[in-house]
């Protein structure tokens, strides 16, 4: 992770795939310079893909984002969609930030602000600031297609607007985690923390995913990407630039993942409770600890949303999330043996900062 000069500032970013959402704080003095713009091609890209790869380039920024109150510090990718200085990136690499800005491939530094967003898709729109008109990358007009070459752009290892090759190889691929987007584009494309957020372009150089997350084996190699399909047009790109600011629902607790599924009835197990949260409020109640910090007792078992079965963790985020912010929802949970229930409204996530901290 490398540090970067942040308007009056010096900002480091490494924001990743949303697998691997890793913030470390690094203190303003004795950091390196910036890495250079450099406008070298790889050599190993086959020629068409080279042609494509100098086309889209200079559409695409690296995407800083700071937290000064937390002391966070991220990097992700982004691609202009408007001549005027619209950005698209993951809402991971932003959900959490209070500042911005984008460099492009000419090295130009600009700030931004989060003008649209949808995290349960983790896809958001930045506004830049500064003066047009911008290259543009087009949205696909057409559907991904299994097996196609894709490309993506971006910021990972280190690199500067560099290409990663690979194939599609799923439509509407689930995530297997409810906390992460549904109903995305499988590729073989070899991605990495610092490339979340950027496009995955098809033969014809239109954009027809955004970055979302990665799935890593033991050695911790990327087995495989995924990437949120996008259209022109379509419901979530109209919504965007629309200015629509979708949050998720929650109702302000952390489960347990050690123990999900693992009690009698099984459920998902809660660990703490956020602060202020509609949850403490409800009385909902996490785990307990002793005076060494040894876990003394489980937290309440959540084992149904509205009446539907919650066996883990997973299903429980699930049937949260089949809500919207402002429904109330009632809760099913059993503490000491005993089966209560509590109604709870959801809120959205941004209005928790326990939840965020």
């Known amino acids: 992770m490398r540090p970067l000069p942040w308007l009056p500032v010096l900002l480091l970013l490494a924001l990743a795939a949303y697998l691997l959402p890793e913030w470390r704080p690094a203190p303003a003095a004795d950091r390196p310079p910036p890495p250079p713009v450099t406008q070298t091609l790889p050599n190993r890209l086959p020629e068409n893909t080279r042609e494509l790869f100098t086309r889209a380039r200079p559409a695409v920024v690296r995407v800083e984002s700071l937290n000064p109150g937390r002391g966070e510090e991220g990097i992700g990718t982004g691609f202009f969609i408007s001549a005027t200085g619209q950005v698209l990136t993951a809402y991971h690499v932003v959900g959490s930030g209070k500042l911005f800005q984008v460099q492009t491939l000419s090295g130009r530094r600009l700030p931004a602000r989060v003008a649209a967003y949808d995290?349960?898709?983790?896809?958001?729109?930045?506004?830049?600031?500064?003066?047009?008109?911008?290259?543009?990358?087009?949205?696909?007009?057409?559907?991904?297609?299994?097996?196609?070459?894709?490309?993506?752009?971006?910021?990972?290892?280190?690199?500067f607007l560099q290409p990663r090759r690979g194939q599609l190889l799923r439509l509407g691929a689930e995530a297997g985690r409810a906390d992460f987007p549904q109903g995305t584009l499988e590729m073989s494309a070899p991605l990495a923390p610092g490339d979340s957020g950027g496009p995955?372009?098809?033969?014809?150089?239109?954009?027809?995913?955004?970055?979302?997350?990665?799935?890593?084996?033991?050695?911790?190699?990327?087995?495989?990407?995924?990437?949120?399909?996008?259209t022109e047009g379509n419901d979530l790109i109209t919504a965007l630039r629309a200015g629509r600011q979708r949050d998720v629902p929650v109702v302000g607790l952390v489960l347990d993942v050690n123990h999900s599924g693992l009690t009698d009835p099984p459920g998902g197990v809660i660990s703490r409770i956020a602060r202020g949260s509609p949850a403490a409020h409800a009385g909902l109640r996490g785990a307990a600890f002793d005076a060494n910090g040894n876990l003394s007792a489980l937290g309440d078992v959540i084992t149904s949303v509205n009446g539907q079965r919650t066996r883990d963790a997973n299903e429980v985020i699930s049937a949260i999330r089949q809500a919207g912010v402002g429904d109330t929802v009632t809760l099913g949970y059993v503490r000491s043996g005993e089966a209560r229930q509590a109604r709870i409204t959801l809120v959205g996530q941004r209005t928790v900062p326990d939840l965020n901290e």
């Open 119 to 159: 995290a349960q898709a983790d896809v958001a729109l930045l506004e830049v600031e500064g003066r047009g008109p911008f290259p543009v990358l087009n949205l696909a007009t057409r559907p991904p297609r299994v097996g196609e070459t894709v490309l993506a752009i971006g910021n990972s290892g280190g690199d």
């Open 200 to 230: 995955i372009l098809d033969g014809n150089g239109q954009a027809i995913g955004v970055v979302s997350y990665i799935r890593v084996d033991d050695s911790g190699q990327t087995r495989a990407s995924y990437a949120v399909p996008v």
